[in-house]
């Protein structure tokens, strides 16, 4: 810094490759649209400012850059024009004094000095793009767009001059057809950061107080995490239900259990170890009963010693009663890895005889019955459980979270329902 002349430094605010984080620069690539997923604060708008000075700015102020028409689109008018152009890290903000644009209001464009313009246009409004055509494109907040569709077809339309016409999309993840469907496709590249990847940018209070409420939640995972929530159609499972039934303060368990679904292999490419923890009241009636969810647990196990251990430090951190453990794929083994870590460890195995969605039923009844309550922080195990259908899970890989939590409540509810009637008395030792 002290060896950096009076214009260098005066410039430095300016390089924005030189101090942006990493979510914030464009990846490589042919790609034709790049997506920055990112929570509330995570930097996207300032990404989005910056991307297009690298696309409209030239080697000096009046030489020609890359682009030359860009589309600037919002939600409305009005949120494009006040936080694109004119907001904190809009593009007014980001521009130094000799590269600059001016914003003609009656044109609702930005005209740079070398005569690049970026024009202002609202997501509620797609038949304003059919038209125009550019070269460049930076789409703001498109998953809170009232005809995402619509504008962002009539966007591909018009995205045609130049050799290379890209397009930035900045936004906080809905679950809405058009940002599913884009995130899929060969030709985008995503990049994701939450809120807290930018904590040095933020007040210190706002990070605090939006945790504290938040984080663990639904809301708090989509605004906070940056994490697009989605779930299949005909799902045994919804995301409303779990924030329906997230619990508040803990009541005295009855019992508690640690099941695990061992992964079939036990090398780095394998499937991660399933270990949830749950606890039950089994007081009264068995239409009574009802279990928490306590804590997700699972680990990503290059040996059976690494998940092994795992469910037994579970087991004691939560004072469980046993481990109950799926044998289908390592018989004897699984309670021989067990035992070697701790030969004392209260311990049952259960074995699979039914396909995974037909096993899940039934539990997925009881949270229907509003008899299963959520702990925060459950987000893993919650993204596997909205993919559960009738049919089968499906996504890529194994549910192995989720086969966890149907033995954990299988043996802390459905069994002993289906047997006496009434619930077991509590395992000791």
């Not at 019955?369 to 890989?397: C, F, S, W």
């Amino acid at each position: 810094m002290e060896s950096l002349g009076e214009g260098a430094l005066l410039a430095l605010p300016y390089l924005f490759e030189a101090w942006a984080l990493e979510h914030q620069l464009p990846p490589g690539g042919a790609w034709r649209t790049w997506v920055i997923l990112g929570g509330r604060g995570a930097g996207k708008t300032r990404a989005g400012s910056e991307w297009v000075r690298s696309m409209v700015e030239g080697a000096r102020a009046t030489q020609p850059g890359r682009a030359k028409r860009v589309a600037l689109i919002g939600e409305t008018y009005d949120q494009a024009r006040e936080v694109m152009v004119f907001g904190d890290s809009g593009l007014l903000a980001c521009s130094p004094p000799d590269r600059r644009p001016q914003w003609s209001a009656t044109r609702r464009t930005l005209v740079w000095p070398n005569g690049a313009e970026a024009t202002v246009f609202s997501g509620s409004d797609p038949e304003a793009l059919r038209g125009p055509q550019f070269d460049a494109a930076w789409v703001d907040e498109l998953a809170k767009w009232r005809k995402p569709q619509e504008a962002w077809d009539m966007l591909q339309f018009g995205l045609r001059l130049g050799d290379d016409p890209r397009a930035v999309v900045t936004t906080t993840p809905r679950n809405i057809g058009i940002l599913k469907a884009l995130l899929t496709r060969d030709s985008t590249v995503v990049t994701h950061a939450p809120t807290e990847a930018n904590a040095t940018n933020l007040a210190a209070s706002f990070l605090e107080e939006v945790k504290a409420r938040y984080a663990g939640t639904r809301l708090g995972r989509q605004e906070l995490d940056g994490v697009l929530l989605d779930e299949e159609e005909g799902a045994l499972w919804s995301l409303s239900r779990f924030e329906e039934m997230r619990a508040g303060r803990l009541p005295e368990f009855d019992r508690i259990v640690v099941a695990v679904d061992p992964p079939v292999t036990g090398h780095k490419g394998s499937d991660e170890c399933g270990i949830v923890v749950v606890g039950a009241v089994t007081k009264g009636p068995s239409q009574d009963w009802r279990a928490y969810v306590l804590e997700d647990a699972s680990v990503s196990a290059s040996s059976p010693t690494v998940w092994a251990g795992a469910a037994i430090s579970a087991l004691e951190r939560w004072e469980g009663d046993r481990i109950v453990a799926e044998v289908n794929q390592g018989g004897d083994l699984v309670e021989t890895v067990l035992r070697q870590i701790d030969p004392l460890v209260p311990y049952k195995s259960v074995r699979a005889s039914r396909g995974k969605a037909a096993r899940a039923e039934p539990v997925a009844a009881l949270y229907d019955q509003g008899r299963v309550y959520h702990t925060r922080g459950l987000g893993a195990l919650e993204d596997q459980m909205i993919r559960m259908t009738a049919q089968g899970y499906q996504a890529p890989g194994s549910p192995d979270r989720l086969d966890a939590l149907v033995w954990a409540i299988s043996e802390l509810m459905i069994l002993p329902a289906a047997g006496a009637g009434r619930p077991r008395v509590r395992l000791l030792g």
